[in-house]
């Protein structure tokens, strides 16, 4: 499942999204690591208009790399995306 209309390849976006599905760093339980998957399951119901910023999200161009399961995928991709010059958040 990708993030709700993140069909943008990497080439043509403007703004990058990767989840990190990644336990380790939880205090006290486990369960950061179904974040991504539950924020993309989520992002299915979000309106694609945001009218405070006047922007169609649909219009944004975005892609989703899905999930990196490694400290080093996750510096891959995030290298990747700062020498594209793409805009990037984690999941």
């Known amino acids: ?7 943008s ?8 999204i990767f989840g990190a599905p990644i336990d380790i760093s939880g205090s006290h ?12 399951k989520e992002s299915y119901n979000f309106e694609t208009y945001l009218y405070d910023l006047e922007v169609e999200l649909v219009q944004l161009g975005i892609c989703d790399m899905g999930d990196l399961d490694s400290f080093d995928e996750i510096s891959e991709a995030a290298r990747k995306v700062v020498s594209a010059d793409r805009k990037s958040t984690r999941l």
């Open 9 to 16: 390849n990497f080439d043509n976006a403007e703004f990058v």
């Open 1 to 7: 499942m990708i993030f709700a209309d993140a069909d």
């Open 29 to 40: 339980r486990p369960g950061c690591g179904e974040a991504p998957g539950s924020i993309r």
